[in-house]
Nanobody, 124 residues
Framework: QVQLVESGGGLVQAGGSLRLSCAAS????????LGWFRQAPGQQREFVAA????????YYVDSVKGRFTISRDNAKNTVYLQMNSLKPEDTAVYYC?????????????????WGQGTQVTVSS
């Protein structure tokens, strides 16, 4: 069983930055693939970024490339999402997710554990 707890959301002006954190339980954290998704009001949950199990590969949706960075610290069982140059369209609830088996890192159904979400609001 894996438990994920996000933190770091909040209200920020356009152009600002936030860093989201996701603390995970489990003795085999280093073997999980990790991802961030987001869901805006009235919208479907969408992929934002992911980190491979090895930590060597990162994946991003086109709309955040160059602005967001995903990283993981296996010693702290934590995955981060550094978000810079934020835009109003980045406003959403952000979810951390873990996949403990294989699968496409871009796809929601590949992830079998989810956090409760943290709200990010970007004002114009």
């Amino acid at each position: 069983q894996v438990q994920l707890v996000e933190s770091g959301g909040g209200l920020v002006q356009a152009g600002g930055s936030l860093r989201l954190s996701c603390a995970a339980s489990g003795r085999t954290f280093s073997s999980y693939g990790l991802g961030w998704f987001r869901q805006a009001p009235g919208q479907q949950r969408e992929f934002v970024a992911a980190k491979s199990t090895s930590g060597l590969r990162s994946y991003y949706v086109d709309s955040v490339k160059g602005r967001f960075t995903i990283s993981r610290d296996n010693a702290k069982n934590t995955v981060y999402l550094q978000m810079n140059s934020l835009k109003p369209e980045d406003t959403a609830v952000y979810y951390c997710a873990a996949r403990t088996r294989g699968g496409d890192p871009y796809k929601l159904e590949s992830y079998n554990y989810w956090g409760q979400g943290t709200q990010v609001t970007v004002s114009s």
